[in-house]
């Protein structure tokens, strides 16, 4: 994956996240599907992981570094949950828009090569050009649950 399909990724993305404003509240409630969250804490749960990365893991991309593993991803969920349900809706989709404009700023600003930077997160070994890319995974995955209910596909 090159850094402009990163790039166009996260601009895309970005532009569809903007049309989850004009979802009606019932929409929004809403489980993806029977015994999950609802459209509000899968949004949630894209901003916290977006903080995560760019608070704790963003910054200590150096190559050869060994970061700590991931925190426990059902308190981090739970806690997505929990914001998604005392938060506007209009609130929690422009500050996952912040973090997408954070993110596509830093990668602007990055060279190609800068994205094979290697790491090592827990016992994985990994670049930087592969995180991004399981993230992409992530919200791809998370845009198809919420496509499904919402019928917003932009």
């Not at 949630?44 to 990365?53: E, K, V």
């Not at 050869?64 to 739970?78: I, R």
């Not at 929990?82 to 954070?102: D, G, N, P, T, W």
């Amino acid at each position: 994956m090159k850094k402009q399909d990163i790039i166009t990724h996260y601009e895309a993305f970005s532009a569809w996240l903007e049309s989850l404003r004009d979802l009606g509240q019932e929409s929004w409630l809403k489980p993806v599907s029977a015994g999950k969250w609802p459209v509000a804490a899968v949004v949630a749960h894209l901003l916290f992981w977006d903080r995560y990365s760019l608070d704790e893991r963003f910054p200590f991309f150096k190559e050869g570094a060994v970061l700590v593993s991931y925190p426990d991803f059902q308190s981090v969920n739970d806690a997505a949950g929990e914001y998604a349900k005392k938060h506007a809706q209009l609130e929690i989709i422009e500050e996952l828009l912040s973090v997408r404009r954070q993110f596509l700023q830093m990668l602007e600003g990055m060279s190609e090569e800068k994205l094979d930077t290697a790491f090592k997160i827990g016992s994985t070994s990994l670049t930087m050009r592969d995180y991004f890319a399981d993230f992409i995974e992530h919200d791809i995955h998370h845009k198809k649950q919420i496509m499904q209910v919402s019928g917003i596909s932009v």
